[in-house]
């Protein structure tokens, strides 16, 4: 029985339907944490824009904190942030709102690949922008720790003072969270890295079906 080799070409946009084989609702979720984290500095940047005494109030906040007297950040703010309180300010701002920008575009794109199709397909931007949120989720970590060091924040205990507020300070919770992002964003780098969307592409020829002479004549 004879065979006849039919082509078959495939539809363009069956190579942009693949869905990320990374985990689509632990990556959701983690985008949700990111959203978060991203709106809260960028707001937390804004704040400080919007504040026209911001200098003097950044100034008496780093003054009067007990890490400033006392603590492994004492000699650091003393001879090198009261000095320069402007300066630091300056920064503390515009760190802010960058790191709350960026944090915030990572989740979007993280987001925009839990879609299938055209719109959810991947592109050759993913992995730097992986690797930006991630060293971005880094920063937050470390910039929350260093103000809940300056403000002299305890490892989280039984405390009666703080039944009707939060257990843990808002400060040192933000330093897992910023962990988790990065290690979350970290991941996606390494894949999206190793995986570039050209390797991930079926081949462009056309498939070659065996398609049965009797059949093809019935």
Known sequence: M????????????QRARRLPASGNTALAASALIQTALGIEFILSGLNKFADPRYVQNFNQFVSSNPGTQTGILSGLVKGLVLPNVAFFATVLQFTELALGIVLLLGALEVGRRRFSGRFGREHGYEAPVAMVSGLA????????????VLMGERLPTIMPGRAFTTAIPVELLLVPLGIAVAWMEAGRFLVLYRHRPASLLPSARPQVIPVNEGHRAG
């Open 137 to 148: 989720g880094l920063a937050v970590a470390g910039l929350s720790l260093s103000i809940a």
């Open 2 to 13: 004879k065979a006849e080799l039919r082509p078959t070409k495939i539809r363009p946009d």
